[in-house]
């Protein structure tokens, strides 16, 4: 039930395309799904995150959907440029994100040029 | 935008030895810290949560002999990796929760230990 389903584990875009990554969970508590990004050798950082309350937030190029019935949720990368490479984790938390995170297995991210 | 500071960023002990990381809110107070451990390409596994001023809480299957942790301040709590062996060596992060109710975790750089 604090499994986080993250897919896929890799995937390659070409510059100006779009990157989908998708995540699934089962606990019904969770109610903060944050995006984060990692480049090799640092730690996470915050890339957008949404409450179930509503189906999409774009900032910027990126956006999130939200599926509460179907409990899936999904990152997407717009115009995808070689320095958005790096692995992406989604993750949830029930608390409004206070809470500790359950991750996602991750997502390696490369866009070629 | 909040801060967190992880020390040392790398670090290569022999076997046997302790190693401490250090884990500082740099501009805000952290009522909140918790410790992860990143093995190479692989999510980030929740080792346990501190609180300032209590004791941390382990997840199931973490020794809390073996990695000791402290939040003695609302800036500062540390772990440490006691009688380190190479099947400890991996990538510990932090991250840290403020105490002003914004409830938005900021990750450290993460620590690399590497032990021979």
């Known amino acids: 039930q604090q499994q986080v389903k993250q897919s896929p584990q890799s995937l390659i875009v070409q510059k100006g395309g779009i990157s989908i990554i998708n995540c699934a969970y089962e606990?019904?508590?969770?109610?903060?799904f944050p995006w984060y990004q990692q480049f090799p050798g640092k730690g996470p950082a915050l890339l957008i995150a949404?409450?179930?309350?509503?189906s999409e937030k774009k900032e910027g190029r990126f956006t999130i959907s939200f599926n509460k019935s179907a409990k899936q949720f999904s990152l997407h990368i717009m115009d995808s440029q070689p320095g958005d490479s790096a692995t992406y984790f989604c993750?949830?938390?029930?608390?409004?994100?206070?809470?500790?995170?359950?991750f996602g297995t991750g997502t390696q991210l490369k866009v070629e040029l | 935008g909040a801060v967190v500071s992880q020390h040392p960023s790398r670090v290569i002990c022999k076997s046997g030895t302790s190693v401490k990381i250090e884990c500082r809110s740099l501009?805000?107070?952290?009522?909140?810290m918790f410790w992860y451990r990143q093995f190479p390409k692989k999510s980030l596994m929740l080792m346990a949560t501190?609180?300032?001023?209590?004791?941390?809480?382990?997840e199931q299957g973490v020794e809390k002999d073996k990695f000791l942790i402290n939040h003695a301040s609302l800036t500062l709590s540390t772990l440490t990796v006691t009688s380190a062996h190479p099947e400890d060596s991996s990538f510990y992060i932090c991250?840290?929760?403020?105490?002003?109710?914004?409830?938005?975790?900021?990750f450290g750089a993460g620590s690399r230990l590497t032990v021979l």
């Open positions: 501190s609180n300032e001023g209590s004791k941390a809480t382990y």
């Open positions: 501009d805000f107070q952290a009522t909140t």
């Open positions: 991250s840290a929760l403020g105490s002003s109710g914004a409830n938005v975790l900021t």
């Open positions: 993750a949830a938390t029930p608390g409004g994100g206070g809470n500790k995170l359950t």
């Open positions: 606990n019904t508590a969770f109610d903060y």
């Open positions: 949404i409450r179930p309350d509503v």
